[in-house]
């Protein structure tokens, strides 16, 4: 089991997707869809431009690790605001939508894979802060950190396990009611 950190730099509810019953990261960090596995976690950490560096927007557990194609035909999924790529005759196709252009799509096809969890605590604008004992440890920063001990990951497992229950405790800290109204999603 590994456990990947991150700056969530925009939250908007897109990338990571905590609504429907699912959060998913089917766009942006190309890198920790790519080699991060089932079993594995994922941390949010907020940024200075929304909640705070110190506070965690999200933490997620992959429990299914999909390729775009299958995400974008997968009636789960169907009307997700981040289910926006598919390949058609071997090119990478965009949905239309208001979070990402065409000038992403080579950024976020970098790697064929969406990350999925049907076990995850979704904070946003109510993000909590680290406790004291893990933020020499977990900060944030540029790209991501997963080199962390199984030590270290069970403690933060546990600590947010014995404080919080899954599930959605806040909207995005940048939530745009109506984007998502235009997209047919609910929070």
């Given at each position: 089991?590994?456990?990947?950190?991150?700056?969530?730099a925009s939250d908007t509810g897109f990338a990571p997707n905590p609504f429907d019953n699912?959060?998913?990261?089917?766009?942006?960090?190309?890198?920790?869809?790519?080699?991060?596995?089932?079993?594995?976690?994922?941390?949010?950490?907020?940024?200075?431009?929304?909640?705070?560096?110190?506070?965690?927007?999200?933490?997620?557990?992959?429990?299914?690790?999909?390729?775009?194609?299958?995400?974008?035909?997968?009636?789960?999924?169907?009307?997700?605001?981040?289910?926006?790529?598919?390949?058609?005759?071997?090119?990478?196709?965009?949905?239309?939508?208001?979070?990402?252009?065409?000038?992403?799509?080579?950024?976020?096809?970098?790697?064929?894979?969406?990350l999925i969890s049907d076990n995850y605590y979704y904070f946003g604008k109510n993000a909590?802060?680290?406790?004291?004992?893990?933020?020499?440890?977990?900060?944030?920063?540029?790209?991501?950190?997963n080199y962390y001990s199984e030590k270290f990951i069970h403690k933060v497992l546990t600590?947010?396990?014995?404080?919080?229950?899954?599930?959605?405790?806040?909207?995005?800290?940048?939530?745009?009611?109506?984007?998502?109204?235009?997209?047919?999603?609910?929070?």
């Amino acid at each position: 089991m590994k456990l990947y950190t991150y700056v969530v730099a925009s939250d908007t509810g897109f990338a990571p997707n905590p609504f429907d019953n699912y959060c998913s990261l089917a766009c942006c960090k190309p890198v920790i869809r790519r080699t991060a596995n089932v079993g594995d976690w994922i941390i949010g950490i907020g940024s200075a431009n929304n909640v705070g560096n110190e506070k965690i927007i999200y933490t997620m557990e992959v429990t299914e690790k999909i390729h775009f194609n299958n995400y974008y035909k997968d009636k789960r999924f169907k009307n997700r605001a981040d289910n926006i790529y598919h390949k058609y005759k071997g090119e990478w196709k965009q949905k239309e939508n208001p979070f990402h252009n065409e000038n992403d799509t080579k950024h976020d096809t970098n790697t064929e894979f969406v990350l999925i969890s049907d076990n995850y605590y979704y904070f946003g604008k109510n993000a909590i802060v680290l406790p004291d004992e893990f933020k020499n440890n977990i900060k944030g920063g540029r790209g991501h950190r997963n080199y962390y001990s199984e030590k270290f990951i069970h403690k933060v497992l546990t600590w947010l396990n014995e404080n919080y229950s899954p599930g959605i405790y806040a909207k995005p800290c940048d939530y745009k009611k109506e984007l998502w109204n235009k997209n047919k999603c609910s929070l």
